[in-house]
């Protein structure tokens, strides 16, 4: 059982802000309704439902097991959890309700019916949003019996708010409105079979004609960071898939379901200094590799199956084993496989001062490595920095860099040139891609990454102060591997209330299939500070082309990857 660090009880509070945000077409969706863009005042909301009420396989609510109406639980309780956990009015221990209406849940965060007997095939893991009430339960989930549903409603009490599960739970959230949750059955008849959303709209929705639900289904994630934006008298939550739905007097109300998405997850997923994080994806394990290193080494390596659980996994270099030809300034690393096999390339300074590219070979992607002995890129007049591999449709490898010219009040080109077979030559003349010429850029761009998409080359890459707010992420796209690109314009990644600086990206498949990004950012007011930038994965739409990242980087609980 994988068991996923406890989540801090975090207020997750709607307020309003201003926003200019233009309206998204909303792309069809599933479920109970169909997605049908509504027309003025810059809103996409869902199309008609199927009827009010109407829900969708294991999202119909229900009161089985047991549970007297307006049962209440204790802040904290979830239901079940640890030895000696209670829930009033709600399924306990059996489903049976005990004296003075109180249920106690059994241990280990598993509760159900059958206590006595053999665990029944079909149980239920409910994950909790990051605003659960929870004290002494250190788990943010609840692994319960039978299949167990949830209608998507959040009912406000007081300052909090709560849901109202099948099994009859009532989970606590802190906030009004404040309930995220994600349902994932195992071995459940009548269970859904893919991932799905429900976002359930609260009383002040001006919901549009013909659209008797409180609510919309969408097949895969959907995800917001439910701020209120304002737009006149009234306000709006945006969506992941452009879709705006409005409130009066700007009471924003919006709570989440998920069903079959895997649980959920909460930033950083990596919360100590990994600035740069490199990330490869070889079968269904990624490896990631992070600027500097420690006692044991020079970059240190981590792996993971889900983007989200990393696991330390020895080094590029373990102590002593480091290039001779550098003697430090060891960042941005990344390994990529290349002709059969796995190359680690890196920025270092070498013994006569200047910043070059260097590489590595290995027979995996955790080594171990031998360095080339020399440079793979080094100018005597100017450093180079930030490398990455990419090929193009045919399989051809290409590498690209930054020259380092704000070290020198110069401009910052991006280069890519051809490699050799094996990647660890260049053949070819090399070529600019981009440089620092729009106005948010400031005084550099570096971090370039390529992948490739629907017949489009993307060139991701950082720019401006890695220190400040400014530094942040921008796209281009060509249709050839060297370009022409052509810029996307506005960055597509930037600073925001809870991190400062988000940048130098990978981006990969997540397990879901989703494009996830890989970045590195700051806390908020702790910029600088001794736990340094850490790593954050957010997911990628695209839509005309380009690739967006929706409500980030952000800091509530999202589907895993």
Known sequence: MIRRLALPAVALLLACASDDQG?????????????????????ATGGAAGGAGATTPGGASGQGGAGAAGGKAPAGSGGAGVAGAQAKGGA????????????????????????????????????????????????????????????????????????VLSNGWKPYFSGHSACVIALDARSCPGAPTSCGTRVSYGAAWLAPA??????????????SDRVCRSDGAEGYVALSNGWQPHFANKQCA????????????????????????????????????????????????????????????????????????????????????????????????????????????????????????????????????????????????????????????????????????????????????????????????????????????????????YYNGTYAVGVARATSPLGPYTKHGAPILTTNLGWVGPGHCSVVVGPSGQDMMVYHAWRAGAVGGNNGRVVLVDGLEWSGGWPSVPAAPSSGSRPMP
């Open 23 to 43: 309206s998204g077409s909303a792309p069809p969706t599933t479920g109970a309704t169909a997605g049908a863009a509504q027309g003025g005042g810059g809103r």
């Open 92 to 163: 306990g221990a059996g489903g049976k309700a005990g004296a003075g209406g109180k249920a106690s849940a059994g241990a280990g965060g598993k509760a159900g019916a059958g206590q006595g007997g053999a665990a029944a095939p079909c149980t239920t893991r409910i994950t909790y949003g990051e605003s659960w009430i929870h004290p002494n339960h250190p788990e943010p989930f609840d692994d319960a019996d039978g299949l167990v549903t949830w209608d998507g409603a959040c009912v406000d009490d007081g300052p909090n708010s709560y849901a």
């Open 210 to 223: 013909g659209h008797p639900a409180r609510y919309d289904d969408v097949g895969g994630r959907l995800v």
């Open 254 to 465: 919006v709570s989440l379901r998920y069903t079959q998405c895997g649980g959920l997850y909460q930033n950083p997923v990596v919360p100590t200094d990994c600035p740069d994080p490199g990330v490869w994806k070889q079968g269904d394990t990624y490896t990631m590799a992070c600027t500097g290193g420690d006692g044991g080494g020079l970059y240190v390596l981590r792996t993971s199956k889900d983007l989200v659980h990393w696991k330390t996994a020895g080094h590029v270099f373990p102590s002593g084993s480091g290039p001779k030809w550098a003697n430090g300034s060891f960042w941005a690393p990344e390994i990529h496989e290349v002709g059969g096999q796995f190359v680690a390339y890196f920025s270092a300074r070498s013994t006569d001062g200047v910043l070059s590219i260097g590489a590595a070979t290995g027979p995996t992607p955790l080594g171990p490595f031998k360095d080339l002995g020399k440079p793979l890129v080094h100018d005597a007049s100017m450093g180079m920095i930030d490398v990455s591999e990419f090929e193009d449709a045919a399989g051809k490898p290409y590498l690209v860099w930054k020259a380092d010219g704000n070290a020198q009040q110069k401009p910052t080109p991006i280069y890519g040139q051809a490699l050799g077979p094996d990647g660890t030559s260049l053949t070819g003349a090399r070529v600019t891609l981009l440089t620092n010429d729009l106005g948010w850029e400031g005084p550099l761009i570096e971090a370039p990454w390529v992948i490739s998409r629907g017949g489009y080359y993307y060139l991701f890459y950082s720019a401006n102060a």
